[in-house]
DNA sequence: TTGTGACTTACAGTCCGTC
DNA sequence: CGACGGACTGTAAGTCACA
């Protein structure tokens, strides 16, 4: 499914959470299937190509162990 | 639909949502109306009932003339 | 002015893979 | 390890009549 141009607030989110994600030094599957979501889709968030819902948005933080809002900040 | 839900960062962003709106002077339908939304499904959105996806919560924040961030902030 | 139940359609989200 | 595809299921998206 390739969902490119929507809206940049979703690729705002891909890039943080990937960001924080290798922070933690995990992979794209480890930290899946830690927060118990699937990989390709987790991988599709991360390309910006899913429009993800709050609740999921809860679980990736919950797992990066961060403030839901860092992931909508500006890059910098 | 009552899906009085798991999610707290649902209800966040709800408080949140009614919070900014309200302090626009705007009721539920204008706002609605403004950002091209239908008026019961945004009131469902406030009412953290709705399992919001990044697109639309971009467009809400977009039409309160805020960061989104700010939508996902703890009340204080 | 907002809430609610009922409804259909689009796509979020899962699972099997390959490269 | 991550990108990506096909086929599926569940639920968000979106609308309405009425309270």
Do not use: C, W
Request: charge should be positive; charged fraction near 30%.
């Amino acid at each position: 499914m390739k969902r490119t141009h929507p809206g940049l607030l979703r690729n705002i989110l891909a890039t943080n959470v990937r960001r924080f994600r290798m922070a933690r030094g995990l992979s794209q599957q480890d930290f899946a299937l830690e927060i118990e979501m699937d990989r390709t889709y987790y991988g599709g968030v991360e390309r910006g190509e899913r429009n993800v819902s709050v609740d999921n948005i809860e679980r990736i933080a919950n797992g990066l162990g961060i403030s839901p809002d860092l992931l909508f900040r500006e890059a910098d």
